[in-house]
């Protein structure tokens, strides 16, 4: 079942969800999946694909909108994906949802918000929900070094931190996920494009390695051959990046189990 455009912030037009349940009594395990876009567009449908798999394994979906940076910086996409929790954790009855077994996920700057929400959730304390996995696919997490290796995105990250990056570093230390690396951070799979020529590889291969530094389970997958990419290509339907048999073991493993 779909649910469409359920308002999860009513301050602001983007403050919309769609959801995706599984049949039953509930209460099911939920993952958020956030869209791709630049954190400048794209729409929460864009992730449905992403859902419709999760269905296959009794796990419900919420795939929320977010404010953009063409009006809000950073922290307003994080605060969003962070307002979605909450009223997943106030409505959890309501939609048959377990807050004990939320996951997040997202692709590309989705990726990126995803891990970033995944690292500062985990921190929280008192909250009525718990993050028990994240799975970033080609998320930036390092945005110090994704300007290095990629400076013609300049203007795409200035936009994120709402000034010059230079003038604003802690912005960009706060925005990027490896800062926020910690030893009780949720289990991770990342799944990366090898040759992706926006977001470098490294992003996900440094991303990873720091988790394992502190202990936490952490694994990184570079699928050969392919580039900037949410979905594996040519498979129908749309299988995430890294592949679906992956996919499933790490929600079973997590969520499941």
């Known amino acids: 079942m779909l649910v469409q455009n359920v308002v999860y912030r009513p301050d602001n037009e983007r403050g919309v969800l769609d959801i995706m349940l599984p049949e039953g009594a509930g209460p099911f395990p939920a993952v958020l999946c956030i869209h791709g876009g630049a954190w400048s567009g794209g729409d929460k449908s864009l992730m449905h694909p992403y859902g419709e798999e999760l269905l296959k394994l009794g796990i419900a979906s919420l795939f929320p909108n977010y404010r953009l940076t063409g009006t809000h910086p950073h922290p307003a996409q994080e605060q969003d994906i962070f307002a979605v929790l909450e009223w997943a954790a106030a409505n959890a009855e309501r939609f048959r949802l377990d807050t004990t077994r939320f996951g997040i996920t997202g692709a590309s700057a989705g990726g990126h918000l995803a891990a970033l929400v995944g690292l500062k959730a985990t921190k929280k304390r008192d909250v009525g929900y718990a993050v028990r996995c994240m799975a970033p696919v080609c998320p930036p997490t390092d945005f110090f070094a994704f300007l290095r290796d990629n400076p013609s995105l ?56 720091a988790l394992k530094s502190v ?35 790490f929600y079973r493993k997590h969520l499941l189990s």
């Open 215 to 249: 202990g936490v389970e952490a694994e990184a997958i570079l699928v050969p051959g392919v580039d900037h990419a949410a979905f594996n290509p040519g498979t129908e339907p749309p299988e995430p990046l890294g592949g679906i048999t992956a996919f499933r073991a």
């Open 154 to 209: 300049r203007s795409v990250l200035e936009a994120l931190v709402g000034g010059e990056l230079e003038k604003n570093e802690s912005a960009v230390r706060d925005v990027s996920p490896i800062f926020h690396v910690h030893e009780k951070a949720p289990p991770c799979l990342v799944t990366h494009g090898a040759v992706d020529t926006v977001v470098p590889p490294t992003q996900a291969t440094s991303f990873v390695n």
